[in-house]
């Protein structure tokens, strides 16, 4: 059952809260969103019962920030009087029941500011959709919560309210495991080479001590490697003359926005690819992302020109059982190689930026130096964040969904897509989610007229790109099988 989290009214928001009121512009709202699509229409009526007990749950879906432009104090939380969810959800029916009257319909939603004299959240339910469907949009502004506060949020209101809390449990669970196992010889690089018979005889001090030598000499290799890291990033946010050329586009930031979504891909097929290339979820999904921006930037009238694609991971800094309903996240900026190389090679590269990313320290002092903005929030102006971030091609998020099919007022959840909002002109908001057993992108970018379609091709090509991989990915793993049969 989620837990209630306790209302605190009328306190001033925190850093990193303050921090997406302060960067917001008109045309790059803070919006974070997320589609729900049904094979039936909604009951109203349970949709209403399931969100008052959502903003029983979390009452900050009750509360507005006011105070906004001070620069002696960050926006304070305000109950808002005579509160109703029905205020918080707009009925609408698709012209036409297809899939690209959904997609104009949510893009038209996306770019629309959130009314300040009410809690900034929404909920449209969509009918019309092809068979009887329906669907759900729902958006909030990103200075309520992060993505695992929406998440367990969003979960509270549904079916799935207790698996979050399952989730949480296991990862704790199997983290006291992972720290009372002992290591074998096949845990340690070193000692997973003797034969059998030595590693049997080996004693388990012997083995103690090489683990914990190998993971010292692991630690220092991967700081300097972060070093090193950091330091090429330092030198291309500070350099004047660093920019990204690809999605940039002349005149100014348009308003108009383009949501698509990808077909899902299967736990089970990932997980083949995984095991052929030495991959996480995270470092295939990051490969077959990079290859379909490169793919789509190659098939441009402009021609792709830059050699890497830099994006900002976002990073959850919350423990396990970390409830509150604010922003616990920062994070840092990757960059993944856009040139031709085999897959083997690309994933590769890729699990080294991602393994440096995991052990970065800038995150956590980034969160630091964000706790600025509680204390004076004009000493950084926005257009300092604003000049770093449009440095790089997007926002790239991966959210945890539940396991298995959930329900929101009495109905199935078929597809599940979350997106980030935008960092900056031109950049793309890209966000993964796996949901009962499958995985699917989505992304939020900009309709601009010098990369045209650019949302809509990346996700049109990402199953094809992975249902490539896959085959590559049997391929390899066939060919392991009888190299090990003959030998």
Same mark, same amino acid.
């Given at each position: 059952?989620?837990?209630?989290?306790?209302?605190?009214?009328?306190?001033?928001?925190?850093?990193?809260?303050?921090?997406?009121?302060?960067?917001?512009?008109?045309?790059?709202?803070?919006?974070?969103?997320?589609?729900?699509?049904?094979?039936?229409?909604?009951?109203?009526?349970?949709?209403?019962?399931?969100?008052?007990?959502?903003?029983?749950?979390?009452?900050?879906?009750?509360?507005?920030?006011?105070?906004?432009?001070?620069?002696?104090?960050?926006?304070?939380?305000?109950?808002?009087?005579?509160?109703?969810?029905?205020?918080?959800? /707009?009925?609408?029916?698709?012209?036409?029941?297809?899939?690209?009257?959904?997609?104009?319909?949510?893009?038209?939603?996306?770019?629309?500011? @959130?009314?300040?004299?009410?809690?900034?959240?929404?909920?449209?339910?969509?009918?019309?959709?092809?068979?009887?469907?329906?669907?759900?949009?729902?958006?909030?502004?990103?200075?309520?919560?992060?993505?695992?506060?929406?998440?367990?949020?969003?979960?509270?209101?549904?079916?799935?309210?207790?698996?979050?809390?399952?989730?949480?449990? /296991?990862?704790?669970?199997?983290?006291?495991?992972? @720290?009372?196992?002992?290591?074998?010889?096949?845990?340690?690089?070193?000692?997973?080479?003797?034969?059998?018979?030595?590693?049997?005889?080996?004693?388990?001090?012997?083995?103690?001590? @090489?683990?914990?030598?190998?993971?010292?000499?692991?630690?220092?290799?991967?700081?300097?490697?972060?070093?090193?890291?950091?330091?090429?990033?330092?030198?291309?946010?500070?350099?004047?003359?660093?920019?990204?050329?690809?999605?940039?586009?002349?005149?100014?930031?348009?308003?108009?926005?383009?949501?698509?979504?990808?077909?899902?891909?299967?736990?089970?097929?990932?997980?083949?690819?995984?095991?052929?290339?030495?991959?996480?979820?995270?470092?295939?999904?990051?490969?077959?992302?990079?290859?379909?921006?490169?793919?789509?930037?190659?098939?441009?009238?402009?021609?792709?020109?830059?050699? /890497?694609?830099?994006?900002?991971?976002?990073?959850?800094?919350?423990?396990?059982?970390?409830?509150?309903?604010?922003?616990?996240?920062?994070?840092?900026?990757?960059?993944?190689?856009?040139?031709?190389?085999?897959?083997?090679?690309?994933?590769?590269?890729?699990?080294?930026?991602?393994?440096?990313?995991?052990?970065?320290?800038?995150?956590?002092?980034?969160?630091?130096?964000?706790?600025? @903005?509680?204390?004076?929030?004009?000493?950084?102006?926005?257009?300092?964040?604003?000049?770093?971030?449009?440095?790089?091609?997007?926002?790239?998020? =991966?959210?945890?969904?539940?396991?298995?099919?959930?329900?929101?007022?009495?109905?199935?959840?078929?597809?599940?897509?979350?997106?980030?909002?935008? =960092?900056?002109?031109?950049?793309?908001?890209?966000?993964?989610?796996?949901?009962?057993?499958?995985?699917?992108?989505?992304?939020?970018?900009?309709?601009?007229?010098?990369?045209?379609?650019?949302? =809509?091709?990346?996700?049109?090509?990402?199953?094809?790109?992975?249902?490539?991989?896959?085959?590559?990915?049997?391929?390899?793993?066939?060919?392991?099988?009888?190299?090990?049969?003959?030998?």
């Amino acid at each position: 059952m989620a837990t209630p989290v306790s209302p605190s009214p009328e306190v001033h928001l925190r850093g990193m809260d303050n921090l997406f009121l302060h960067i917001e512009l008109p045309p790059r709202l803070m919006t974070v969103s997320t589609l729900w699509t049904f094979d039936k229409p909604l009951s109203i009526v349970l949709a209403l019962q399931q969100l008052e007990r959502m903003a029983e749950l979390f009452p900050r879906f009750r509360q507005i920030p006011v105070e906004r432009n001070s620069i002696f104090h960050t926006a304070r939380w305000q109950f808002v009087e005579n509160w109703s969810v029905s205020n918080h959800i /707009e009925m609408a029916t698709l012209e036409e029941p297809t899939h690209q009257c959904l997609q104009e319909f949510v893009s038209r939603k996306i770019s629309i500011p @959130f009314d300040p004299e009410k809690p900034l959240w929404l909920l449209y339910i969509i009918n019309g959709l092809p068979n009887g469907g329906s669907a759900c949009f729902w958006k909030a502004h990103h200075c309520m919560a992060d993505g695992q506060g929406y998440v367990r949020a969003l979960l509270a209101c549904t079916s799935g309210s207790n698996e979050l809390d399952e989730m949480i449990e /296991e990862a704790k669970k199997k983290y006291i495991e992972d @720290f009372r196992r002992v290591p074998d010889c096949k845990d340690v690089p070193i000692l997973r080479h003797l034969p059998p018979h030595y590693q049997k005889k080996t004693q388990p001090w012997v083995i103690q001590l @090489f683990a914990t030598l190998t993971l010292i000499l692991t630690m220092m290799v991967g700081y300097i490697l972060v070093l090193l890291r950091n330091a090429k990033l330092a030198a291309c946010m500070l350099a004047p003359t660093h920019w990204r050329r690809d999605f940039l586009y002349e005149g100014p930031h348009v308003f108009t926005k383009t949501i698509a979504w990808s077909e899902d891909v299967s736990m089970a097929d990932i997980a083949v690819v995984r095991k052929a290339f030495s991959g996480t979820l995270n470092d295939v999904m990051c490969a077959v992302i990079t290859r379909c921006v490169k793919s789509y930037l190659d098939e441009c009238p402009k021609g792709r020109q830059d050699k /890497e694609l830099w994006m900002l991971i976002p990073k959850s800094l919350r423990a396990p059982d970390d409830r509150r309903f604010q922003n616990v996240v920062s994070g840092s900026f990757v960059y993944f190689p856009m040139e031709d190389m085999s897959t083997k090679s690309l994933v590769r590269s890729i699990r080294q930026q991602m393994q440096i990313f995991k052990i970065d320290f800038i995150p956590y002092l980034l969160y630091i130096l964000g706790s600025i @903005f509680l204390v004076l929030p004009a000493l950084v102006p926005s257009w300092i964040i604003s000049f770093q971030v449009t440095k790089i091609h997007g926002v790239f998020t =991966n959210v945890p969904g539940p396991r298995k099919a959930i329900k929101f007022a009495g109905q199935e959840i078929k597809d599940y897509r979350v997106m980030p909002p935008q =960092n900056s002109k031109g950049s793309i908001g890209m966000g993964l989610v796996s949901y009962n057993n499958k995985v699917a992108l989505a992304i939020l970018g900009d309709e601009s007229a010098a990369y045209p379609g650019a949302v =809509n091709e990346v996700c049109r090509r990402f199953k094809p790109t992975f249902d490539q991989m896959l085959a590559e990915a049997h391929q390899a793993l066939e060919a392991k099988s009888k190299k090990l049969h003959e030998n």
